[in-house]
């Protein structure tokens, strides 16, 4: 089959010969045909596969008749990364232009300025991420119910990245009556759900991956220690001869670690991650592309699409956390019938990963060993010189935690035999006669003066005996320890 027999107007089939295609692949033979009858498409394909002109090259078509006004576009591509919406861009302006369509780039981290100016001018295709689409709508900058024609691309990868309920809310915004493109590398019960509810009766296509993991390139697994895995792409960088590589990192903390751990060792590299600026990513990327840059460490979703000729290596510095992820991974290399190479750097937690691998490309990895990083090498190291073991990278415990609680081995405990102590008793005769003082009689001490004068009570030893009270006194509950002021008379008062 060729593109002469899929319906595509003229115009159309003399760009893609420019282009230098012939034949279609599998998801443009079957999907441009059904997109052109304007019904609802569910596509399974990966990246790599062809499937953006598999929708790019129909809408071209479709979107010929007719204008579109200013702020309102026709047709709306949902691009999870800023590089694969741009890649679009550059599909629609190689296919396009024996076409007057105009496309406009809507992404996130460049100026709204320029993207304002082109909605004004009136756009028949609109290319956006999530984010800045949103922007802009509630901005009023763009208007959606004039779109009759919705690609939601790579919904795997929005799910992945929390998109899907900025893409839930953007279709809201839509006329209910519209076409509805939704294309995955892989349809988990989410994306199903997604489909249930923006799809109406689609054709469903899915294209298995014709090849798992290209000939062309020679892929390895290194397993080295945790606390040794920073060194790992040193070594790799060392012993082989690379002339440039990608160096795929799981996180964007990761990446940015690596990459200053290779700056240190004064190579040459760049970093790209979705943090970036985009001025930022387009330059690392441009200079990558043009040898000034040799290494790039790059999060997943930032490289994601990426075609760079004559790649050489490709360095998986984590375990890509989906299996169809680590063919993508080193598809990178050996492009065009050339040859490259392909490490990726595992621990021992990493096996049922590497495992998940190798069933999916239905082939063993080879594993090889790193010098200097094995753990017959690392676990006993010899002694120094002096007698002193050499350090090692090994992660102490953070500030703050809690140190593990050493065991405790109960003592036997033997009771000990004391001297029992000899007390001399003390006799009365042994006491001197200073320690017993005899008793003496107290003197009162005068009492201080108050405003009306009193009679002076008598010394303690003069004082007579206890008299009866009086018949009007009734002093009740002191004893014999009654105080001299109530014995007073009160005619004495």
Known sequence: MSFNDLGLSADVLRAVADAGFTEPTPIQSEAIPEILRGRDLLGRAQTGTGKTAAFSLPMIDMLAAGRSRARMPRALVLEPTRELAQQVAENFATYGKYHKLNAALIIGGASMG?????????????????????????????????????????????????????????????????????????????????????????????????????????????????????DAPLRLIETEDVANALIFCNRKKDADILYRSLKRHRLNAGVLHGDLAQSVRESTLQGFRDSKIALLVASDVAARGLDIQGLSHVFNYDVPF????????????????????????????????????????????????????????????????????????????????????????????????????????????????????????????????????????????????????????????????????????????
């Open 114 to 230: 320029p993207q304002e100016q082109a909605l004004d001018r009136g756009v028949e295709v609109l290319i956006a991420t999530p984010g800045r689409l949103i922007d802009l709508f509630e901005r009023g900058k763009v208007l959606l119910n004039g779109v009759g024609m919705l690609v939601i691309d790579e919904a795997d990868r929005m799910l992945d990245m929390g998109f899907i309920p900025d893409v839930e809310r953007i279709v809201k915004m839509l006329p209910a009556t519209r076409q509805t493109l939704l294309f995955s590398a892989t349809i988990p019960p989410e994306i199903r759900g997604l489909a249930d509810r923006f799809l109406t009766n689609p054709k469903e296509i899915s294209i298995k991956p014709s090849a798992l993991a290209a000939e062309t390139v020679d892929d390895a697994v290194a397993i080295v220690p945790e606390r040794l895995k920073r």
């Open 322 to 493: 989906n299996p169809e992820d680590y063919v993508h991974r080193i598809g990178r290399t050996g492009r065009a019938g050339l040859s490259g190479r392909a490490f990726t750097i595992a621990t021992n937690a990493d096996t049922k990963a590497i495992a998940a691998i190798e069933s999916f490309i239905k082939r063993g990895i080879k594993r090889v060993h790193v010098e200097g990083l094995s753990e017959a090498e690392t676990e006993a190291p010899a002694e120094r010189g002096d007698g002193r073991r050499p350090r090692t990278h090994e992660k102490r415990a953070p500030r703050g935690a809690r140190a593990k609680p050493r065991e405790h081995t109960p003592r036997e405990h033997t009771p000990r035999e004391h001297a029992p102590i000899e007390r001399t008793p003390i006799e009365p005769a042994m006491v001197p006669q200073h320690a017993q003082p005899t008793p003496q009689p107290r003197e009162r001490a005068p009492e201080a003066p108050r405003h009306h004068a009193q009679p002076a009570s008598p010394p303690r030893a003069a004082r007579p005996a206890r008299q009866a009270p009086d018949e009007g006194d009734h002093t009740v509950g002191l004893g014999d320890h009654t105080p001299a002021f109530l014995l007073r008379s009160a005619r004495a008062r």
